[in-house]
């Protein structure tokens, strides 16, 4: 809510007609998040320092974002959905809400015109600007670095304890933080109008089409080349979220926890292989709207940033443990030098031979996560029926957008379900299936709750054929950025070795009517086998005929 | 008055597999007691004023008679308007023209719904349309059965002329006389038909004359006896075990009445309690004979009831003469009843023909069948209902004893009423959703086993010996586990046993066979496969739209994408929904303060209960922790019977979304301290309890909230700390330089005060915690206290267990809520734990307030202000007594009271500025209230349930729902 942007040019009050703003007036001005004023500590010829002062309104900020979105948690992407209601640090921290200030107060400076100092505006001065709080999220100090140096600015970024009576839990995400350096003034406002958010990872309104306008404009002058562009661009057009989403969060609220203390369990396997895939939350709406922007951007490379490329952000993958993922896809070639598969589209593969081996038609996928293997399947006309499961509604809304499920023909439309359901509640939506997908989903439930999974699954559902694939525990030394004991997700409850998973699939076919191949998938490690353990049950033959 | 009743011609029996399938016999035994003779056909009746017509209800009611025949016209007469269902009316509805008869398949297909959906529902339904032709009336008729009704067919047979005089006069009726004239003539060809056909009734109303004076009265069907209600003493499978059937009325308190010859032949209990028989009374035992002349006598002189086995419907059939496989200890019966009288084989044949093939008693509440009755069937008539009652719901496959699969029905029963059953012997009487199988294997050398009805009390006694010996292991629980296959292994496939693990050795891209091959084939253990989990939950339980009714909150409704949100967070963070007896209520502030500088005090508290009649109020302290609901058990044998625990687990621990509170072994640390307090101080005895729920709050709130507090808000403090100071240095520097912004250097030097306040306002609530040490645990209720389970006792001391009396009934279920003591009492349970262990557990401190009483006020005011100016977070004004009662009903748990300082962590740390304050008490309080009240009711719900012993989906829809309405977008500030 602070900036000071200083400057040594001689006459250095020449900042005064460069910013519209005269150094021995107080200027007001009203924003959507409060009050906004620009003064002066010091005009001398010397030194001239011009600051920004934002005050917050904080009731105002959740009385509107509540009443513009018509429903709570909706207010904005990541972090906000969570904390609109909550008490937070917009009121103090150099956020979003500074740099729309920013943008409505320097708005001329920032466009680069002058009428009384022409020549000013492309002269570059040596320029101070002072961000006595400014958050740092998933990053820290280094991360201002990365974004900034490329930019030609010295970073001074001194850390804050989040409390000085708790030294042990450690430093704020906020920096006090000056940047020094010699930049045309309208560079440097719009560079810290677009990091400012970027760096606080999280935006207070709505992303829209209009945002990525926004951004290809800004940054048209120095976005493009720059290192982290992809980081920038992602970060920048935050995620949204829908209506079950909003709901959880109300659940987390009523838990005292944080917006990422609701972990997505319905992405399974996105550390060790998803990573290089879109995130479907990111892309799904906003890169359609990319391809507009792609009009007026003059750099195609702006567009992959948007989520194709390979992501080198671990921590914008939510659940995910960071800097685990470049380990999982550190050099991933084959021993003849072809470049290996990533492991969930290995996995994929995988269950559809297995499927197909089977003769499965009708199949149902138990926790599809955002439905990449759902879409394989609805691909393939051999399949005449797909259910589509997972308890979370959100990671439905995803698979039918992947699936493009309003433009289907009728004829496909028929062939799939989307069910919301649970592995520990029985469902006779699905009993009788040829086969039933259970990939990389045990993991995340917790141990004592497996009997109930087992009795829904075999007890109750009794597929012809259930596919189960789940990490191996053993493989996990392979992954260099994974520390020891660590598992490859947050929310996995457990990983087992190979001996584990096999002594369950014992219990499994101990119990039910079923016989269980088990093997892997991935490449295969003399020591600590494959990366993913599959079994593949099957109903006994006598069984199959009394299905129910 | 005419009137035909005839027999269906119902598959008796489903064969089972250990003996060939017998020619299918008509059904010895009817529901309905009417003579079947048929008559009035051939010739009128003679004397008007004629009998009603009798018709069961529920049942489908078919009107026969051509057009014109004033079937309409009876119909409004007899029946109210939405019973009928006319096919004219159908017509009119998809084609606009009621005489459309293009549109009459459409109106049957719309007709056959609307049917379908009443008969499904158990109502009365009348078919108001010609049918004359045969087809038409076989489409009924295999609609009622397909509802398990009886179809009734009432014929209006008018002469010809009337009919085409009739419709001459109605202008949109363009029949020719042709029409009448078929119409007339199929059905005089169909009348001698009908009760073949399949109605179980059938009218014939043969003129003007009778159809003007006929009456309709309703009969119950011979199942419906709900007047009764008891107390029952409902008596398991008997098999001729005459001795351990008087051993076990004696002990029930009956008085048993001898003949000369000194034969039990009737008992009766002194306080007019009356036995029911379950079936199976025959075969196999030593005494048949006996056990039949005793159960006779009983139900002829209206001591006991009796619902048939499948022995019994066996036996009638071979008393008949008919060819029967003589097995399962037939010929046993046969033996003995030869040496009895033809006198005495003939009373036991009429008495096995008469039974009824089930009995709902008692308002409906109990359901006695023999092998068990799913609620589709209960109340209702058919070969299939009594198929179900007599045989279970077979799956047509036999077990590896080559006795028959039967489907787990009682694993899917959600029926309101409680069904108790035999037919399969089970080591061991065990309620699943709120049905009990009581035959305990007597003449397999178990025991006699009776279950007293309403008091839920098992008694039973020992059989004296084997008198026959199973054809599959007694101790197994075989009954609801769907066959195993004979062990099949392809022989291509290579085998290993279980535990030698080859390596996987597929590879890398691509996947190939899997490698390791398990098959334990037939050497499956039975005890994992389903029987062992027969609490598992339907999504059908909790998901949709719901209505839950609830004891003391009225009716509580459930939307869809709350429940939905609920099941993922139920599915992936909760505990086990065994323990899962209660989820606590939201709370909601009081109305706002006016008072300057406040959102809350105490006066709009008490003034909210004064104003809603309750004047006995208790204040008690708000800890600022986490809410925590912690079942504990007194021993791991209690927690693996009642909760089905695994090894290890004596309890829970878990938050108000129902996760787990902590990590396991830190649960197991507290629950055995907890226990250990519960010992101390006596508890655990004097509430005879082998389980106990508390409520209350776990401390310090950073053991649990941690990251939310050092994200959120410790990260807050850090941001203002890091920028206000600057701010205020750079303002200070331009008001020395003449630039007008005092004002604005005096509102930041606020906030930054402000955001100082907020730090100190969170942070007596964080201390640190290693293991239990630093942990506090404030139970500030006792929600629920459950019995001991008994240990299974062996069959010779079946006995000592009969005496253990009501604390001990078999399920170990019995239990109470204590929600009608007062909270006084249960904080002084709390002080008491406390007492015992003063470093885990804390006391909650309390005053009592009259809110009529300004002295009172006064008081319980202070009291508020003290607590939160050291730092506390305020307090909780409940109504004094439990559950009290307001003017509107049931009076609010308890509303918080916060304190200043504290809620600067939830509005802000510049809340208390007056320019903020002004626009933050504009809050809604409606929702909030009503949300606390709902969840409340349904909290109070789930434990009034619990401790009645009501299935695990009853409990667990009302914590579920609980969790579904915290979904709900409220404002989370309240």
């Not at chain 1, 497996?450 to 054929?465: C, M």
């Amino acid at each position: 809510m602070f900036l000071t942007v200083s400057t040594t040019y001689q006459p250095a009050t020449d900042l005064g007609f460069l910013l519209h703003k005269h150094p021995d007036r107080v200027h007001r001005f009203d924003t959507a998040a409060g009050p906004a004023h620009v003064f002066y500590p010091e005009a001398t010829d010397a030194r001239c320092t011009a600051a920004l002062l934002l005050e917050v309104d904080p009731v105002g900020l959740v009385r509107g974002s509540s009443r513009s979105t018509g429903r709570r948690g909706q207010a904005g992407g990541g972090r906000d959905t969570a904390g609109a209601h909550y008490v937070d640090d917009r009121p103090y921290a150099a956020s979003s809400l500074l740099a729309v200030a920013m943008a409505a107060v320097f708005s001329t400076a920032m466009a680069g015109r002058c009428r009384a100092r022409p020549e000013l505006v492309t002269t570059p001065l040596p320029l101070s600007i002072r961000l006595p709080s400014l958050p740092c999220r998933g990053g820290g100090a280094d991360l201002v670095r990365r974004l900034f140096e490329p930019l030609g600015w010295q970073v001074e970024a001194n850390p804050l304890p989040l409390d000085p009576n708790f030294p042990d839990w450690g430093d704020a995400p906020h920096h006090d933080v000056t940047l020094t350096g010699t930049a045309l003034l309208a560079d440097a406002l719009t560079q810290a109008y677009v990091l400012l958010p970027v760096l606080d990872d999280a935006k207070h309104y709505h992303v829209g089409r209009d945002e990525i306008d926004k951004l290809v404009r800004e940054g048209a002058r120095w976005l493009p080349g720059h290192p982290e562009q992809r980081l920038i661009a992602r970060r920048y057009l935050a995620h949204r979220s829908g209506l079950a989403t909003a709901a959880l969060t109300q659940l987390s609220v009523a838990e005292d926890l944080t917006a990422e203390g609701i972990p997505d369990g319905f992405e399974p396997g996105r550390l060790t292989s998803d990573a290089t895939e879109p995130d479907p939350a990111a892309n799904a709406e906003p890169d359609r709207t990319m391809e507009t922007g792609l009009t007026t951007n003059p750099e195609p490379g702006l567009i992959q940033a948007a989520g194709q490329g390979p992501s080198t952000v671990p921590s914008t993958v939510p659940g995910a443990v960071p800097g685990a993922v470049q380990g999982a896809d550190a050099d991933p070639v084959n021993g003849d030098g072809t470049p290996e598969l990533p492991l969930a589209e290995q996995r994929r593969r995988a269950i559809m031979a297995e499927l197909r081996t089977a003769g499965a038609r009708r199949v149902a996928d138990v926790g599809c996560g955002a439905g990449r293997l759902v879409a394989r399947l609805v691909a393939d006309r051999a399949f005449t029926e797909i259910v589509a499961v997972d308890v979370s509604h959100r990671a439905l809304e995803l698979t039918a957008r992947r699936l493009h499920v309003e433009q289907m023909s009728d004829r496909d439309r028929e062939r799939v379900r989307l069910v919301v359901s649970s592995l520990l509640y029985r469902d006779d939506r699905l009993t009788g299936m040829d086969a039933i997908v259970l990939s990389e989903v045990v993991e995340h439930v917790d141990p004592p709750r497996l009997p109930v999974l087992a009795d829904v699954l075999l007890g109750h559902a009794r597929p012809g054929t259930l596919l189960i694939t789940t990490p191996n525990r053993e493989y996990n030394v392979r992954y260099d950025g994974l520390p020891p004991g660590v598992l490859r997700h947050r929310d996995h409850r457990f990983e087992w070795t190979r001996a584990e998973f096999t002594a369950w699939i014992g219990d499994l076919v101990a119990g039910y009517p079923y016989r269980a191949r088990i093997g892997g998938i991935g490449a295969d490690d003399p020591e600590v086998g494959q990366p993913t353990q599959l079994a593949v049950l099957e109903l006994a033959a006598p069984e199959r005929g009394a299905n129910r | 008055m005419s009137e035909t009743s005839q027999l269906p011609s119902e598959p008796s029996e489903p064969s089972e597999p250990s003996e060939p399938s017998e020619p299918s016999e008509p059904s010895e035994l009817s529901e309905l007691s009417e003579p079947s003779e048929l008559s009035g056909l051939s010739e009128p009746p003679k004397e008007p004023p004629v009998a009603p017509l009798t018709i069961p209800n529920p049942s489908l009611v078919v009107l026969v008679g051509v057009t014109g025949s004033g079937k309409s016209t009876f119909a409004r007469r007899h029946f109210l308007p939405t019973q009928v269902l006319s096919s004219d009316f159908c017509r009119g509805l998809v084609a606009d023209d009621e005489n459309d008869q293009s549109a009459t398949a459409d109106a049957f297909d719309v007709l056959n719904f609307i049917a379908a959906r009443r008969l499904t529902a158990g109502r009365l339904t009348v078919v108001d349309a010609t049918n004359v032709q045969r087809t038409s009336r076989a489409r009924l008729v295999e609609l009622a059965r397909a509802h398990d009704v009886l179809p009734v067919a009432i014929v209006l047979d008018v002469p010809e002329s009337v009919c085409v005089a009739r419709n001459a006069d109605r202008p949109d009726r363009a029949f020719g006389a042709h029409v009448v004239r078929r119409q007339h003539g199929e059905l005089r060809r169909s009348l001698r038909g009908l009760a073949r056909e399949g109605f179980r009734r059938v009218h014939v109303l043969r003129s003007e004359a009778e159809i003007a004076a006929a009456t309709i009265q309703y009969t119950p069907l011979l199942n419906d006896r709900r007047e009764l209600t008891g107390p029952f003493d409902v008596i398991g499978d008997v098999h001729g075990c005459r001795d351990e059937l008087e051993a076990l009325l004696i002990r029930l308190g009956y008085q048993l009445r001898r003949d000369d010859e000194g034969r039990a032949v009737g008992g009766a209990h002194p306080e007019g309690r009356r036995a029911i028989f379950l079936g199976d009374l025959v075969d196999r035992g030593p005494d048949t004979p006996g056990v039949l002349r005793l159960a006779m006598g009983m139900v002829a002189a209206g001591e006991a009831f009796a619902v048939p086995g499948n022995h019994e419907n066996k036996l009638v059939r071979a008393l008949r003469g008919r060819q029967v496989r003589i097995g399962h200890g037939l010929a046993e019966s046969l033996a003995q009843l030869g040496r009895e009288t033809p006198e005495f084989r003939t009373e036991v044949e009429q008495f096995c023909d008469g039974l009824v093939s089930h009995l709902v008693l008692d308002g409906g509440r109990l359901v006695v069948a023999h092998a068990g009755l799913k609620e589709a069937y209960q109340g209702r008539a058919s070969g299939r209902v009594r198929s179900f009652a007599l045989y279970g719901d077979t799956t047509g496959e036999s077990d590896e004893y080559g006795l028959p699969v039967r489907y787990p029905w009682a694993r899917d029963y959600r029926g309101k009423a409680m069904v108790l059953y035999g037919h399969t012997p089970v080591p061991e009487p065990r309620w699943e959703n709120n049905t009990l199988c009581l035959d305990t294997g007597c003449v397999f050398g178990g025991r006699l086993t009776a279950l007293r009805y309403p008091e839920r009390e098992l008694v039973s006694v020992p059989a004296a010996r084997e008198y026959f010996e199973p054809r599959r292991p007694l101790t197994e629980q075989h009954t609801e586990q769907p066959a195993e296959g004979p062990a099949t292994r392809p022989e291509e496939e290579p085998s290993v046993d279980d535990g030698a693990v080859d390596p996987p050795a597929a590879g890398a891209s691509d996947p190939g066979p899997a490698s390791l091959i398990i098959d334990t084939g037939a050497s499956v253990d039975r005890t994992t496969g389903p029987t062992a989990r027969p609490d598992t939950l339907h999504v059908n339980d909790v998901l949709g739209r719901r209505f839950i009714e609830t004891r003391h909150g009225g009716r509580v409704r459930i939307e869809e994408p709350n429940a939905l949100a609920a099941l993922e967070v139920m599915s992936r963070f909760a505990v086990d929904p065994r323990w899962l007896v209660y989820l606590p209520p939201t709370m909601s502030p009081p109305p706002t303060s006016t008072l300057p500088g406040l959102l809350e005090h105490p006066a709009e508290a008490f003034e909210a209960y004064r104003a809603d009649g309750v004047e006995d109020l208790l204040c008690e302290q708000k800890h600022m922790g986490s809410r925590a609901v912690v079942v504990v058990c007194r021993d791991a044998a209690t927690a693996r019977g009642r909760f089905g625990a695994p090894d290890g687990v004596t309890g829970a621990v878990f938050t108000r979304t129902g996760r787990p509170f902590l990590a396991p072994d830190l649960t197991e640390a507290l629950l055995a301290r907890l226990r250990a307090a519960m010992a101390t101080s006596g508890l655990w005895d004097e509430l005879a309890a082998g389980w106990a729920v508390f409520d209350g709050e776990i401390m310090p709130w950073s053991a649990k909230a941690h990251a939310l507090i050092r994200r959120q808000y410790a990260a807050t403090g850090a941001a203002a700390r890091a920028a206000l100071p600057v701010a205020v240095d750079a303002l200070a520097r331009a008001v020395g330089r003449g630039v007008d912004v005092a004002d604005l250097l005096e509102r930041t030097r606020g906030r930054a005060a402000n955001a100082d306040a907020f730090t100190a306002a969170y942070q007596p609530y964080c201390w640190p915690v290693d293991g239990l040490d630093g942990l506090r645990f404030a139970p500030f209720m006792l929600l629920a206290a459950g019995g001991v389970a008994p240990a299974a006792p062996p069959i010779d001391q079946a006995a000592a267990a009969v005496a253990g009396g009501a604390g001990h009934a078999g399920d170990g279920q019995t239990a109470r809520t204590y929600l009608h003591q007062d909270n006084l009492w249960h904080l002084a349970v709390a002080d008491r734990l406390a007492a015992a262990d003063p470093d885990l557990l804390a006391t909650t401190a309390r005053i009592r307030v009259n809110p009529a009483d300004p002295d009172s006020v006064a008081a319980g005011t202070r009291w508020w202000e003290e607590l939160t100016a050291a730092g506390g977070e305020g307090m909780v004004v409940k109504p004094f007594a439990g559950l009290a009662r307001g003017k509107r009903g049931l009076a609010l748990a308890g509303v918080k009271v916060r304190g200043r300082e504290y809620l600067r962590i939830i509005y802000g740390a510049d809340y208390t500025e007056a320019v903020h304050l002004e626009r933050l008490r504009e809050r809604g309080l409606g929702r909030k209230r009503s949300l606390a009240f709902r969840e409340y009711a349904l909290g109070l719900e789930a434990l009034e349930r619990t401790a009645a012993g009501e299935p695990l989906w009853r409990v667990h829809e009302c914590v579920f729902a609980v969790l579904a309405l915290e979904s709900e977008p409220v404002d989370p500030r309240l």
